[in-house]
Each structure stands twice: as structure tokens, then as C-alpha cells.
């Protein structure tokens, strides 16, 4: 087979995921190519990956399907930390803690009970005024950029090759005849990708501010019915922590705003005052578009004359680093006509 055999297109956070589940499936990176207009180490509003939080938390929604997705990320992630060399490679674990406004579903609740590490029920007397369930765990950190960037490159060292090319049209992909596959990882881009043109697709729009804080090691968030507040530290960063946020539906604005930085600040702040034990240095702030999808990610298999085959792995909204490896194993199952058991 050829390297045109199979080609991803997209470089986020869910391309990659595919790149890997495909080579943990027996494919030959020889016949696999990535595709995609940016890759890791750009900075675009339109290239999600690198501006996320990057954490495993309870973000994601409470369908089953996702619940699974997130399950089979958080219990298998340690074989991907493995292969990028270990802790340093922009992956491992810190503790967290997440309060809810609101009561979390007793189904997710059943689910994070299953497999969380170190999982801890917090009683109601250390919940902050106006929350109603906390809880406390062991989760994963990501230093989104870096991981990214060492995530291709242990790809990269595998024999897959990466193009940077704009595709217009989904066809496009269809590098030469040698191509029979395309996974269709654009994310956001799918919004305007002609030939799959999904008007599902929309931005939840997020700004963080990105401070240096060596202090702080731990994961803090806290989520009500319209925001969410949160305190990631990016691990092995020279300590970076990612304060955030907002969930900004329908929002293509890539611009950042002052009132909004300063409304992060206090809430995280508020949230936890240990970050002010050092005067407050602001390394960055910035604002990226979660490709957020009505009905949820899209994982769907398409053939089309010659047996051509496009299958689709999108819409991960803001949970595509906890729930990505999941949704790979799903669209990747396609390819083989199987059922992977989550």
C-alpha cells in the first residue's frame, strides 16, 4: 500500500488521537498521511488544539456515548504519555477538584465512580457558597502546545508524513488513486469544508489568560448553568497555568477583550486565592473557537463510487483532549467494520 492510502485530514488534537489509534490497530504509517492547513506549533483562532485548557474534567456532556468516550481517554492515555517518553512530553497527571452549581447526572456520577483515580466525594461544608456537589480526583494535564508538537513528532518518527496543504473540498483529500480512506478530523473547519459543509458546527468561543504561577499545582474548576471558572496548570511548563473561562455559543470572535480578562482574574481568584501568593504575572491572554456541534460529535461512515471511503470524527466541542482517544477508537473501528469494546 501507499503512504496516500489513508490520509487524515486535520492536525488538532483529534487528528492526531486518529493518527495513533490507527497505527495501534496494525495500520503501516507508511500508509498513512496527515493533511491539514495548520500543525502543531501555529497559532490561528481557527486552530483550536493549542489554545485549550487542556485537562481531563467534567466539561463533557452526559450522553452515554460521550461518557464512554471520556472513559476510554482517561484508562488508555498513559499508553500514548508512554510512547512520547514519559512524564515530561506535555502529559501527566495533577490533582483536581471541580465544584457544580447545579447537581451533576446521576449517570455521569455512576461513570466517573467507575474509574477515576483517587475519587472523592467532598462534603458539603467544603463546597464554596452557591455550590451543591464537588468532588475531588487525580486527572490528566496537558501543555497543550508542547504535547501537540511531541505528539507529531513521535508520528513523524514513525514513518507518517504531514503536508500542510488548504483543502477547499473534501475531495480534495483524495490525495491520488492510491487514496481509499479519509478521515474527516477538521473540527471547526467542517463548518465550511466544501462537500461536507455541516451548518451543525458552530464555536464555543473561550478566552483564557495564561499566567505564570509555579505554585500552583493543582486543578481547580467550578461550573454553573451559564460560565465556567477554571485553574489548569500546564505540567513541566515552568509553571504556566491556564485561567479561564468562558463558553460562548455562536461566537466567531478570535479577539480578546479587557472586562473579560479582568472577570477571569477575580473568578479564579475568588476560586482559589493561593494564586495571588506571588505578585500576578500575565504571560499571554487569548481567546480560541471550540468546534462545538448541535446533536453532538458526528463519528459517521461514508462510501462513495469506487469504494472510497470518508469517515467523519468531528465535533468535540471542548472536550476533545478527554474524549478525543474515544472518539479515535470509534471512527478508527469503522475502517475495520468493527466494535471496539469502550
Request: with cysteine; aromatic share 10%.
Amino acid at each position: 500500500m501507499s503512504q496516500e492510502s489513508i490520509v487524515i485530514v486535520g492536525a488538532g488534537i483529534v487528528g492526531l488521537y486518529t493518527a495513533f489509534s490507527l497505527l495501534e490497530k496494525g495500520v503501516s504509517p507508511n500508509e498513512i498521511t496527515v493533511v491539514a492547513q495548520y500543525l502543531p506549533g501555529d497559532q490561528s483562532t481557527y486552530y483550536t488544539s493549542p489554545w485549550a485548557g487542556g485537562n481531563f474534567s467534567c466539561i463533557s456532556p452526559d450522553d452515554q456515548t460521550t461518557i464512554d468516550y471520556d472513559k476510554f481517554t482517561y484508562t488508555n492515555i498513559h499508553k500514548i504519555q508512554k510512547k512520547l517518553g514519559g512524564a515530561k512530553c506535555g502529559l501527566d497527571n495533577r490533582p483536581s477538584t471541580e465544584y457544580w452549581d447545579f447537581q451533576p447526572s446521576e449517570r455521569k456520577l455512576k461513570s466517573l465512580k467507575s474509574y477515576l483515580v483517587n475519587m472523592e466525594i467532598l462534603p458539603q461544608e467544603k463546597l464554596p457558597d452557591g455550590a451543591v456537589y464537588g468532588i475531588s480526583y487525580l486527572t490528566w494535564n496537558f501543555d497543550c502546545p508542547r504535547f501537540l508538537e511531541n505528539f507529531q513528532n513521535y508520528l513523524e518518527s514513525q514513518g507518517i508524513v504531514f503536508i500542510r496543504k488548504k483543502l477547499t473540498h473534501i475531495s480534495q483529500a483524495y490525495l491520488s488513486s492510491e487514496t481509499k480512506t479519509v478521515f474527516n478530523c477538521t473540527g471547526i473547519g467542517a463548518h465550511s469544508l466544501g462537500g461536507v459543509n455541516d451548518t451543525k458546527v458552530y464555536p464555543s468561543r473561550g478566552q483564557v489568560v495564561v499566567i505564570k504561577a509555579p505554585h500552583v499545582q493543582v486543578n481547580k474548576l467550578r461550573w454553573g448553568k451559564d460560565y465556567a471558572t477554571y485553574i489548569i496548570p500546564r505540567p513541566d511548563s515552568g509553571g504556566q497555568v491556564i485561567l479561564g473561562g468562558y463558553l460562548q455559543k455562536d461566537n466567531w470572535i478570535g479577539d480578546t477583550f479587557k472586562y473579560e480578562t479582568e472577570s477571569i482574574i477575580k473568578r479564579t481568584t475568588e476560586l482559589m486565592p493561593e494564586i495571588l501568593e506571588a505578585p500576578l504575572e500575565i504571560i499571554r491572554i487569548a481567546a480560541g473557537l471550540r468546534p462545538s456541534r448541535h446533536g453532538g460529535v458526528r463519528i459517521a461512515k461514508e462510501v462513495a463510487e469506487e469504494q472510497k471511503v470518508l469517515i467523519h470524527n468531528y465535533g468535540a466541542s471542548g472536550y476533545g483532549y478527554q474524549a478525543g482517544y474515544g472518539m479515535a477508537n470509534s471512527a478508527t473501528d469503522l475502517l475495520f467494520k468493527t466494535k471496539s469494546k469502550l
